[in-house]
């Protein structure tokens, strides 16, 4: 006689802040994202066409580079996703909390290093014009939202499944 196997234990669905939190995150990558193809499409963003030439290699390995980076900014945009979904349920959920500490430090990380590339002279030479440099910055400003999105909805996680652990 065989036995059925224990089900896996429900954890509590996450806040509706937390979601929308999520969804957030994966909303705060689009507009980089879209200014980053356009740049590879060659839409002029600010960038003169020496600039983009000689600097970033636009035409040529850059535009594989640039839109590359916009994908994966995207895709990485969209992993707070699974952190609060129902239907997705992780075999070791207290590894992929770890993971989202770990991703939300390196986030936090990231965003200063970004602040003070932002803030050097050479960052902002290349511009040709400040219009186009108020456009970046309204176009790369979500960006530094997600470590603070992306640390509550990881401290959500972690807080419902410890309680599952406990239970």
Not at 81 to 93: A, E
Not at 120 to 127: A, F, I, L
């Amino acid at each position: 006689m065989t036995t059925a196997p224990a089900p896996l234990p429900v954890s509590a669905p996450a806040p509706v802040w937390a979601r929308r939190a999520a969804h957030a995150i994966a909303l705060c990558a689009v507009p980089s994202g879209l200014w980053r193809i356009a740049m590879a499409s060659g839409v002029y963003v600010g960038y003169s066409d020496q600039v983009l030439r000689d600097v970033f290699d636009i035409p040529g390995w850059g535009i594989a580079y640039v839109v590359g980076l916009s994908v994966l900014t995207e895709l990485a945009a969209l992993f707070p996703l699974l952190l609060v979904s129902d239907r997705w349920r992780p075999l070791r959920p207290r590894a992929l909390a770890a993971l989202a500490w770990t991703a939300s430090g390196v986030l936090v990380l990231v965003a200063l290093w970004q602040l003070v590339v932002a803030f050097t002279v050479e960052s902002q030479t290349y511009m040709s014009s400040g219009t186009a440099q108020t456009v970046w910055s309204f176009v790369f400003a979500p960006l530094f939202a997600i470590p603070a999105l992306m640390t509550a909805v990881t401290w959500s996680y972690a807080k419902r499944h410890r309680a599952r652990g406990e239970a």
